[in-house]
């Protein structure tokens, strides 16, 4: 099983180390999990920190067998201020992962879809009123984040499916949430000026028999599309059965004269204040 650079109680402790530096700094948990620190505060994106997927799938015929180590138990990230879900399936929205983050963050903020509020409160067995319901469109500012939703295409573009432009000072990220390509996307995103591009590459394959995403290709492509200045693959090696090979992006982000990132589960990425 693939090994975390960083995780429990070391990760832990490069977060609270990294939070005196100034700048903007970003860790990869896995999947599609990234956390942001900023000024000293925390976003937590997308975090999918539990086995109940390969559990869950034990006995079927879609085994969803772990490839790599959790990073970190969710009960020990007990500084969280925003957490978002950018859509329904459990990678996005875990009930075993924002469970003990609640538990632990009493006066955490929770972004998600406003079409998924519903689902989100039955699922979580919290108040309607926790998720922060945004539109694609709209924003909400949990300081010192101003956090705007931006459509997804996961097979559909729909309500229940969203993006989110995280802006942090004068920085800005895009977390895509799980998305395919669709009309009229590079004109959505480009004018926000994307400094980090955090997108999904474990592609289209029916008969994975899940919504699919981003191809390697696609994801190298939309960064150069969009003019971002870095991108940051994810949504791989996870689950055997539904990942990619993160040498098949860089090699065609470096085709495309696109600069990238690639991270181990666990590692930190750090960003110069100010930004040139």
Same mark, same amino acid.
């Given at each position: 099983m693939i090994q975390p650079l960083l995780k429990d109680a070391a990760l832990i402790a490069d977060i609270r180390a990294t939070g005196a530096r100034e700048g903007l700094h970003l860790w990869w948990l896995g999947q599609s999990g990234f956390l942001v620190q900023w000024q000293g505060r925390h #976003? #937590? #994106? =997308?975090p999918y920190l539990s086995? *109940? @997927?390969? !559990?869950? &799938? $034990?006995?079927? =015929?879609k085994p969803h067998v772990r490839m790599t180590e959790r990073a970190v138990d969710p009960s020990q990230l007990d500084f969280i201020d925003v957490v978002t879900s950018s859509h329904n399936h459990t990678d996005h929205l875990d009930a075993e992962t924002l469970g003990p983050l609640l538990r632990v963050n009493p006066r955490i903020r929770m972004i998600a879809p406003e079409a998924n509020r519903e689902f989100i409160a039955q699922r979580l067995g919290t108040d309607l009123a926790l998720p922060l319901g945004l539109s694609s469109g709209r924003f909400a500012f949990v300081d010192p984040f101003k956090i705007h939703a931006v459509p997804a295409a996961h097979e559909d573009v729909g309500p229940e499916y @969203?993006? &989110?432009v995280v802006k942090c000072g004068r920085w800005t990220i &895009?977390? *895509?949430? =799980?998305? #395919?390509l669709y009309e009229g996307m590079v004109e959505v995103l480009r004018p926000f000026q994307v400094d980090v591009a955090l997108l999904p590459i474990n592609g289209r394959e029916p008969s994975r028999r899940? $919504?699919?995403? @981003? *191809?390697? !290709?696609?994801?190298?492509?939309l960064g150069r599309d969009i003019g971002a200045r870095l991108v940051i693959p994810c949504h791989y090696e996870m689950f055997e059965f539904n990942t990619a090979d993160p040498a098949d992006f860089a090699e065609a982000a470096r085709s495309l004269g696109q600069p990238y990132r690639v991270l181990r589960c666990g590692e930190r990425w750090d960003a110069t204040s100010p930004k040139p």
């Open positions: #976003l #937590l #994106l =997308d086995d *109940s @997927l390969t !559990r869950k &799938y $034990a006995a079927t =015929d @969203l993006g &989110y &895009y977390h *895509s949430g =799980d998305t #395919l899940v $919504a699919g995403n @981003l *191809s390697a !290709r696609e994801a190298a492509q």
